[in-house]
């Protein structure tokens, strides 16, 4: 089975070229708003986001670049800036920020760092978006680690992370017994949190809580995960619970143990609930000396998938959701043991198989705007696939042409007329490739 060819419309265009560091779009949503700007860090491949000095922006038709946030004091061990994201509705980004008292000694590290926003308007003027206090008593509203991959709901009123907790990655280094699993949590925009000031400790603009409960050794067969990542929300505005309304919710990949004791990501859903203030049945939200934070009264944490015993278990890949919130897609292995597209409804059911190709698809799932096809690696170009009863034949298309180094980071503008992405770019001197932004423009068949 051959790609059909690209699209002739438009050619891929290249617009960042400062080779002297990288343009990391990280899978995120880079574009802003309008979708005149692409917002990326400036990591590097050894020292990652650690060493990353600044966020920038850069336009998508003239090249013309703006730095939004200039890291003070960045060396070798942090502060350090990266993993960017831009609201759908405002003209603002949130970021990974490392914390500001980062040395040799005491470096950024997943339990080290908050999230900041940067309105355009105001750069250089951060605003700490989720509170942090490691300092007993904790805080309701304020988390004791450091969150990542930050992602805007589709009305900006709320944030999702992965996170890392401090106080557990303390014990765990202290009994040797693993107690650092990373789990997810959301911020809202509905109130400040305030703490006990010191360099550890950061107050918050947007009041915040853990909503996966994970557990060092999940019970095997059960529905119990070590590990919850790969997440992101569910539509625009959620999706239609079985009464009707509409559920504010987070896809993500949890880790279950086998019957057989082996570790198998699964697709899980948590639905969230408007008022995260009040704390649930297994504690307090702000967490105790030897325990995570809990989830918010009303949160229900579901399995989706139980691919555990079978034949190829495991899923992989974000677990993306279209913008109606109706279906998630994923990444699994079919019948011949081929990592291709699945789809699933939030509420449950049977997957379902989207493509169908002779070899792996290699990830970077994005729903185009239209919520009528979903993009993805495959083959070394970025290729689309319709949802449909069509034949697979008939529904797929590449929109790049293969090339030495494969595209990367794939994300749409708001309107689907235009996709960016990463690719490796070698200077002609031999030195060493750096990330450059590209862009392409699609016009979407009727």
Known sequence: MQSCQPEKETEEKQITHDLTYNHDLDNNDNFSPDGEWLVYDTRTDDGGIAESPRIEKVNVKTGEVKVLFDVKNNGTWGPGAGAVSYSPKENAVVFIHGLENSTQENPYQQWRRTGVIIEDAKPNVPIYMDARDITFPFTPGALRGGTHRHEWSGDGQWIGFTYNDAIL????????????????????????????????????????????????????????ISHAVSDSWIGRNGYRHTDGKMQ???????????????????????????????????????????DFPMPPKGTVQRRLTYTADSKFPGCSGIVRSSPDGSTLAFLAKD?????????????????????????????????????????????????????????????????????????????????????????????????????QIFVKNYEAED
């Open 248 to 290: 504010i919710a987070r896809a993500f990949l949890g880790t279950v143990v086998n019957k057989n004791g082996k570790n198998v990501p699964e697709v899980f859903v948590v639905d969230i609930p408007n008022n995260i203030t009040l704390p649930g049945e297994y504690g307090p939200l702000e967490g105790t000396a030897t």
């Open 335 to 435: 019948e011949k043991g081929i990592e291709q597209v699945f789809l699933i409804a939030p509420a449950g059911g049977k997957p379902t198989q989207l493509t169908e190709h002779e070899s792996d698809v290699s990830g970077n799932l994005r729903w185009h705007p239209d919520g009528k096809q979903v993009s993805y690696i495959w083959n070394g170009s970025i290729t689309l696939c319709k949802t449909g009863d069509a034949p697979f034949q008939q529904r797929f298309k590449s929109l790049t042409t293969p090339t030495e180094t494969a595209p990367a980071n794939v994300v749409w503008a708001h309107d689907g007329k235009t996709f960016a992405f990463n690719r490796a770019v070698k200077p002609q001197d031999g030195k060493t490739a750096t990330i």
């Open 169 to 224: 990655k303390a014990l765990e280094d202290a009994s040797g017994v693993k107690r650092n699993l990373r789990t997810i949590g959301v911020s809202k925009k509905n109130s400040s949190v305030v703490v006990h000031q010191d360099p550890e400790n950061v107050a918050g603009q947007w009041f915040s809580a853990l909503v996966v409960r994970v557990v060092p050794e999940p019970k095997p067969g059960s529905d119990e």
